[in-house]
């Protein structure tokens, strides 16, 4: 107890750092779809696919009849998606984090059934699911 008391400024960082390490995995995420779930949500028809990734990324593949809007871009280019507001949106990236970001600032924007493909297009072609280019 006395080393505590001692080493107050000491103890107070170590908690402070490893509270801002834990912060990012107990953060709340948006809504997230596995690979097969949007699959199924595409087959059911009135879903778009917003690919959130830079424009050559998405040259060098994507998720077909996916929309590309860079995350960067998305604040001010959101209103091109306002039509899809009543469908389902399946926002991919290349691992899932930009998606997740992309899914909350939708969300902000009144989109209900936005949800961040998980593992983006990684987890995508390891599930032996289509590209086009």
């Known amino acids: 107890m006395n080393f505590i008391l001692d080493n ?3 103890v107070a960082i170590a908690v402070v750092s490893g509270a801002a390490l834990l912060w990012p ?6 809504k ?17 696919v917003l690919d959130v990734r830079s424009s050559e990324e ?6 077909r009849d996916a929309k ?3 995350l960067s871009d998305l604040g001010n280019r959101i209103g091109e998606l306002d039509k899809s507001k009543g469908r389902t949106l ?8 930009r998606a997740d970001k992309a899914v909350r600032l939708l969300a902000a924007a009144g989109f209900e059934d ?16 289509p590209v086009t280019k």
Request: with cysteine.
């Open 90 to 97: 399946i926002v991919v990236c290349q691992n899932g984090a």
């Open 8 to 10: 107050i400024f000491v």
């Open 32 to 48: 997230r779809a596995s690979p097969l779930q949007a699959t199924q949500m595409i087959n059911r028809g009135k879903t778009v």
């Open 68 to 70: 590309n809007i860079p």
């Open 114 to 129: 936005a949800h961040a493909l998980e593992g983006g297009l990684t987890a995508w072609t390891a599930a032996g699911l």
């Open 25 to 30: 995995a107990l953060a709340p995420r948006g």
């Open 58 to 63: 998405f040259a060098a593949g994507h998720v």
